[in-house]
């Protein structure tokens, strides 16, 4: 996960999740010739699956796009076309958009199509299309979605076949915490018994673990201390994504 320091300058956290994720795209890289080039990275919502994405994918030189709900056939080629630095082909009909998209990829076959937000392409329908797009470039595409992505890809049997491989993200753990808090806490000096109970109040998601970290970096700055630890944080609660209880009238 990356935050943008007081200078601009972003830094980041090695998370498992972002070793994961690049692994798999060096995997489906350099797989070889004979092999399918589709993947998928799949796991629970907070887990830091995009953030993870996108680190790979400006390391590598990845093509990225992000599905939306309202998306059509015709707008997730557009934004391909956009993301491939061809947003002047987009005026013609779906096949050319298609054709134009398998033309620039096939030319950079060691540029991978990362798309995220992908259970939207098997909600829709979509998912053929871009099946169709891996098969006629034979550029490495994957997937990244929800836990139960695979499952939905199931019942595409020419896609689901040409999967190289799946991979789960995972839940942060005590490591990625200590790295989350070098960003989310910097300045603050946090004893491992907090880490451990902030990684245990966030059920391992890297966004809620870096929303407490802000608290803690807060309740530090606060308190004029440098250091803290759970007995001196106290009672105060943490951010479990929970919606807060109903109030009595």
Sequence with gaps: MTRA?????????????????????????????HLPGMACFYGHSGYGKTFSAIWAANRSRA?????GETWTRKTLCLAILRELGLGSLGHGALPDLVSSIVDRLAEER???????????????????????????SQAPVILIGEELLPVKLQKFE???????DWVAAVPADIQDTRH???????????????????????????????????????????????????????????????????RAA
């Excluded at 200078?7 to 010739?33: C, Q, T, W």
């Excluded at 259970?119 to 098969?135: S, T």
């Excluded at 020419?158 to 190289?164: G, W």
């Excluded at 944080?233 to 807060?244: C, S, V, Y």
Aim: glycine share 6%.
């Design 5 to 33: 320091s007081e200078d601009g300058v972003k830094s980041y956290a090695p998370l498992r999740n972002m070793a994961l994720f690049n692994e798999l795209v060096e995997r489906v890289i350099g797989r070889a010739s």
């Design 63 to 67: 093509y990225y796009v992000e599905l």
């Design 110 to 136: 060691d540029r991978p199509l990362i798309i995220d937000e992908a259970d939207f392409l098997a909600k829709k329908g979509m998912i053929d299309l871009v099946r169709e797009i891996h098969d006629k």
């Design 158 to 164: 020419r896609t689901h076949n040409r999967m190289l």
């Design 180 to 246: 989350l808090a070098r960003i989310y806490a910097a300045g603050a000096e946090i004893a491992d018994d907090l880490l451990a109970a902030i990684l245990k109040a966030s059920d391992g998601r890297a966004r809620r673990i870096a929303v407490n970290l802000d608290r803690v970096r807060e309740k530090a700055q606060l308190k004029g201390r440098k250091q803290l630890s759970l007995a001196e944080w106290g009672d105060a609660p943490f951010f479990t994504g929970e919606p807060p209880r109903r």
